[in-house]
């Protein structure tokens, strides 16, 4: 651990929305090739505009580690699936928007293709990153990590890359069952009906419209951090997420987008 006279260490946790494609307008609703590494694609991750989600603020941890007074990193996981065991919040709001605008709509839907993808990452491997992290800080006074302009890391599982059809068919099938909806089959939405939903907005196309794929490298090679969860984990929990997202305060734009507009 850092004495009196060292700098301290700030650990940021940011969000992949800054290198979601959504921005390009290329690929709505169909696949992009590209997976983003924290290692290989870094320059270009620590340059993207201010325009980008969550970008601000990293910039800003950034440019506060590189004066030497405090050591910054940012811990970026992807979408964060699984619920969570301690005694506040157990549910990421991905899910739970997800069903909030189905249940609104009356029906499971996608865009276009429905084959955009977007990296998820287990509850529990995100906590373990962490735990992971801060470990390396107390026995080693963060000497294996990288931090500064360059500290940043991803948290995706490489093994969970999940489309938006194959959600919008699961999350169908489970509220038909419990006679939420008429019909389990999911349907295709516009890119203006998507904005219909967040009054303008592209925020909306941006969850389920849009692609943002990273690799883990910096966490794998620096701390040994390989996630456990996979495709497997992320549908045997999916109806569990459901069920609580019925019942979540969070699940409406009206909670969210006070957030996006003020970033």
């Keep these: ?6 700098p301290g260490h700030y650990i940021h946790l940011s969000g992949t ?3 979601s494609d959504v921005y390009s307008g290329e690929f709505y609703g169909i696949p992009n090739p590209r997976v983003w590494s924290d290692i290989d694609d ?3 991750i620590t340059s993207l505009p201010d325009d980008r989600l969550h970008r601000p603020v990293d910039r800003y ?8 007074k405090v050591k910054t990193t940012i811990i970026c996981p992807p979408d964060i699936y699984g619920l969570g065991t301690g005694p506040g919040k157990k549910q990421s709001f991905l899910v739970a928007l997800y069903v909030g605008d189905v249940i609104k709509k009356g029906f499971a839907f996608y865009g276009a293709s429905g084959m955009n993808r977007k990296s998820f990452v287990w509850i529990h491997d995100l906590v373990d990153q962490y735990v992971k992290v801060l470990e390396d800080v ?5 000497k294996n990590m990288t931090w500064g302009r360059e500290g940043f890391y991803f948290s995706s ?4 890359h999940i489309a938006q059809l194959d959600l919008a068919v699961a999350v169908g099938k489970i509220l038909h069952a ?20 967040t009054g303008g907005m592209g925020a909306a196309v941006h969850m389920y419209g849009s692609n943002s794929r990273g690799k883990a490298d910096r966490a794998k090679n620096q701390l040994g951090y390989i996630p ?3 495709v497997q984990e992320f549908w045997a929990s999916l109806e569990s997420e459901v069920v609580a997202g019925l019942e979540s305060a969070e699940r409406s734009w009206e909670a969210v987008l006070p957030l996006v507009k003020a970033k």
């Excluded at 651990?1 to 060292?6: T, Y």
């Excluded at 599982?157 to 969970?160: K, L, Q, V």
């Design 228 to 230: 456990k969860g996979g």
């Design 157 to 160: 599982s490489p093994e969970c």
């Design 42 to 44: 870094i320059a270009e």
């Design 1 to 6: 651990m850092s004495s009196r006279s060292e």
């Design 17 to 19: 929305g800054s290198t």
């Design 61 to 68: 941890v950034q440019e506060e580690g590189e004066k030497g």
């Design 178 to 197: 419990r006679g939420i909806l008429k019909s389990a089959e999911p349907r295709e939405l516009s890119v203006q009906e998507m904005l219909d939903m």
């Design 138 to 142: 107390v026995d080693n006074g963060g």
